[in-house]
Nanobody, 118 residues
Framework: QVRLVESGGGLVQPGGSLRLSCVAS????????VSWYRQAPGKERELVAAVTAAGGTINYATSVKARFTISRDNAKNTAYLQMNNLKPEDTAVYSC???????????WGQGTQVTVSS
């Protein structure tokens, strides 16, 4: 069964850290680019960070640069999003996407809630 499952979300105080995981099953994550998106209530979905299949190209949204780090461990079929110095405006549901250009295909996880509040 093909699945993409996120975990690691939760409630954290401002300035705290969380590490999100995105575990793939039923397919090889190594041949897919991985992106993390987030969506806050009443807002559009936003691309947070992305890494290519080989890990050679990484991009971040301006709002998270120097605070978030995307990484992947292809041996574990897993991608990560390390989030440091979290701010209340980082509160959102975070979802991971695995995407392949050819043949075109993509998978989405169900999302994990991150709440930053004192």
């Amino acid at each position: 069964q093909v699945r993409l499952v996120e975990s690691g979300g939760g409630l954290v105080q401002p300035g705290g850290s969380l590490r999100l995981s995105c575990v793939a099953s039923g397919f090889f994550l190594s041949i897919y680019g991985v992106s993390w998106y987030r969506q806050a209530p009443g807002k559009e979905r936003e691309l947070v960070a992305a890494v290519t299949a080989a890990g050679g190209t990484i991009n971040y949204a301006t709002s998270v640069k120097a605070r978030f780090t995307i990484s992947r461990d292809n041996a574990k079929n897993t991608a990560y999003l390390q989030m440091n110095n979290l701010k209340p405006e980082d509160t959102a549901v975070y979802s991971c996407q695995a995407r392949r250009s050819w043949p075109p295909n993509e998978y989405w996880g169900q999302g994990t809630q991150v709440t930053v509040s004192s």
